[in-house]
């Protein structure tokens, strides 16, 4: 079972940058692999990108991959979501999630443990 804790949401103007991360205890950790969700108001869940602690292997979602990068930070234990170029459409709650599956993978069912979750809002 692993822990997780968001932390680094906040109001950043269009077209800046904000960097959210996620701490990770219990593990063991390269069991695991860990995503990044996010939620709107009155939206359904989507997918943002996926990383195997493992391997470092990443997966992004098309909607921003151009402009966002997953990684892990083994010495913190963090899995952090470097986001550049923000769009207002990108304002949500962000969510960490941990999959004992190991798989990198875009679908929420895959995903066992999930923090409580970091506003982003991004104003226009």
């Known amino acids: 079972q692993v822990q997780l804790a968001e932390s680094g949401g906040g109001l950043v103007q269009a077209g800046g940058s904000l960097r959210v991360s996620c701490a990770v205890s219990?593990?063991?950790?390269?069991?695991?692999?860990f995503g990044w969700f996010r939620r709107a108001p009155g939206k359904e869940t989507d997918f943002v990108a996926a990383?195997?602690?493992?391997?470092?292997?990443?997966y992004v979602g098309s909607p921003v991959q151009d402009r966002f990068t997953i990684s892990r930070d083994s010495a913190k234990n963090t899995i952090d979501l470097q986001m550049t170029n923000l769009k207002p459409e990108d304002s949500a709650a962000y969510y960490c999630?941990?999959?004992?599956?190991?798989?990198?993978?875009?679908?929420?069912?895959?995903?066992?443990?999930w923090g409580q979750g970091t506003q982003v809002t991004v104003s226009s």
């Open positions: 990383i195997s602690w493992r391997s470092g292997g990443t």
């Open positions: 219990g593990g063991p950790l390269s069991e695991y692999s």
């Open positions: 999630a941990a999959s004992s599956r190991g798989v990198v993978a875009g679908l929420e069912a895959m995903y066992d443990y």
